[in-house]
Structures are given as C-alpha cells and as structure tokens.
C-alpha cells in the first residue's frame, strides 16, 4: 500500500501505557495512521505519578531522527516531553529537514504533578521552539507559563491564544479548558479567527495522557491532509469520547480508552 499518513511523535515513554510514546502511537493506529517514534527520555511512571526518569544521549536522539528522515516519509509530527535545552537544540535543528506540519504539546508537568522538563528548557521551548510550530496545544498553567498572564476566565483563554501567535509566533494556539470548572472548553486562534470547541464535561479522575492523546489525535489528522481547525474539531471528538469511556486501571489518575470511538 503506498500513499499512507506517516505521523512522528518525539516524546518520553509511558511504560504503564496512557500518556506519552504509548499514548501517541495508540492514537495514530487508531486514526488508521503510520505512526513512528523518537524517544528523549525513558520515565518510569504509573498512573499515580513518576519515580525515575533517563535522558536518553543527546546523540541517541539524533540518530533516532536521522534514521527516520533518510529513509521514511514524514506528513507531520508532534513533540512532548523535551526535558532540557540540548535535546530542544537539536531537536529544532532537524525540524526544517522534517519539512511537515509541527504540533507542539508543550508537556511541562505530568497529571499526578511531577515535573517534566527544567527550568532552562521552558524558556528555550518558549523562544525558540514555537515560532516553528503549525499549532502548539498548552492546557492552562502551560500558557500561563508561555504568556505570564494568568488565566482564570474564557476570556482569559482567548487572549492567550492570540498572545501566544501575535508574540511567540506559532502559527496557532489551542488552549485547553481541562484544568477549568464547567464545560470541557478550547480555544484555537490560527491568526485570523478564535475557534470554540466544547464538550461536556465528563465526572471522572482517569484523566492521565489526555493531552498527549488529544495532540495526537491532531497530528494524524494533519498528516491526512486536514485543516488545522477540521483536525482540531476531530481531534476534540476522539478525546472526549477516549475520556467518557476511560479503564479504571491503576490507583491514581486512570489512562484514557484509545479504542473508544471504534465502539460507537
Ligand atoms: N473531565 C473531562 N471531561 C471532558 N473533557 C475533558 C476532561 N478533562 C479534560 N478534557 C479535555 O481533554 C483535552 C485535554 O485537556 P487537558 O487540559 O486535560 O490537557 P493536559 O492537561 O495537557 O493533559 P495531561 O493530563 O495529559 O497533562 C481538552 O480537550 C480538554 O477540554
Ligand atoms: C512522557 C510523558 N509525557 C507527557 C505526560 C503528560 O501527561 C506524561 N505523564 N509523560
């Protein structure tokens, strides 16, 4: 079969399976899209938080990302965990070799808390990564972050997307509403218009790797050719319905269901 949507995730592991590599490749399968994988780091992490992490080798990341560009097509990617500046240095490097769309989850803190990433790589992400981003996919303390503005409204939200585009210069920003009361609510600005989508929101604690699975969701819809705001809509359907029938598996935040639409 040739013509087929190849999407790439460079991210951490997951090696209890609902966030991270895991996450994203679960979901590109599922969206009937080739899915490849650069890994930074190896974590070793539950649903109830993280307990170790390893870097992998700054020239292991890039050989991983040399061996996919000299032989594998690439229709788009998306990054996660990055733990630090050298690995955002090289990884941005290659992201013009990469020549496809960008989706940044710029993955700061785990759901359980733990911190993912130093202090030196937040301010190179936000300076020097997303102005080569198609979209970036912040939840609410990461745009707090990026803009230093804090967020407590929907108008709040709307502000840091078109922020983060007019200042930061990614080409779109989707703010996620999951860490707000109410409505599950996000807001996408692509430099001309803000864009709603909302679900309702669904009462339950098994929320661990909704944000990968989300940017997943995306970046395989991009790399089929969709729009930013169509991909984004899609996207939205398939993790909320990933949340609604989410397993009841672990003794902390429980993994999101990746087959769920496939039920419906
Ligand atoms: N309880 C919920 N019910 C419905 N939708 C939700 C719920 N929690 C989060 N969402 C939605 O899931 C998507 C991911 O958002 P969220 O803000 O949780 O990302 P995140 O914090 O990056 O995720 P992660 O937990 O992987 O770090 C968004 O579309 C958000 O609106
Ligand atoms: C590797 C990795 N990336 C992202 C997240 C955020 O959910 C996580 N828990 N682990």
């Known amino acids: 079969m040739k013509n087929v949507p190849c999407a790439l995730t460079i991210a951490g592991t997951d090696p209890s399976g609902g966030a991270g590599i895991q996450a994203d490749l679960k979901t590109f399968q599922e969206l009937q899209t080739y899915g490849m994988s650069v890994i930074t780091s ?13 870097h992998m080798p700054i020239n292991m990341i890039e050989d991983q990302l040399e061996a996919i560009l000299e032989d594998m097509p690439i229709h788009a990617f998306k990054t996660g965990m990055i733990a630090n500046k050298q690995m955002m240095e090289i990884i941005s490097k290659k992201i013009e070799k990469l020549n496809a769309p960008y989706v940044m989850d710029p993955v700061m803190v785990a759901t ?30 990461e745009a707090e972050f990026i803009t230093g503005n804090s967020i407590e409204t929907v108008e709040d939200m709307k502000d840091a997307a078109k922020h983060i585009v007019d200042h930061f210069h990614a080409d779109a920003a989707l703010i996620k509403g999951g860490h707000m009361e109410g409505e599950a609510i996000d807001f996408l600005y692509d430099g001309s218009k803000i864009h709603t989508f909302s679900a309702e929101r669904i009462n339950t604690k098994n929320t661990h790797g909704t944000g990968c699975t989300y940017s997943a969701a995306i970046t395989s819809y991009l790399a089929k050719g969709y729009s930013i705001v169509e991909a984004v809509r899609h996207s939205k359907d398939f993790v909320t319905v990933a949340i609604s029938k989410s397993f009841e598996l672990g003794n902390g935040n429980g993994p999101t269901n990746h087959w769920a639409t496939r039920e419906r």
Not at 43 to 54: D, I, L
């Open 42 to 54: 190896v974590v070793a992490q539950n649903t109830t938080g993280v307990t170790s992490v390893h």
């Open 112 to 141: 359980s808390g733990d911190s993912l990433i130093d202090k030196e790589a937040r301010s190179f992400l936000r300076e020097s990564l997303l102005p080569q981003t198609a979209l970036v996919t912040p939840n609410i303390p």
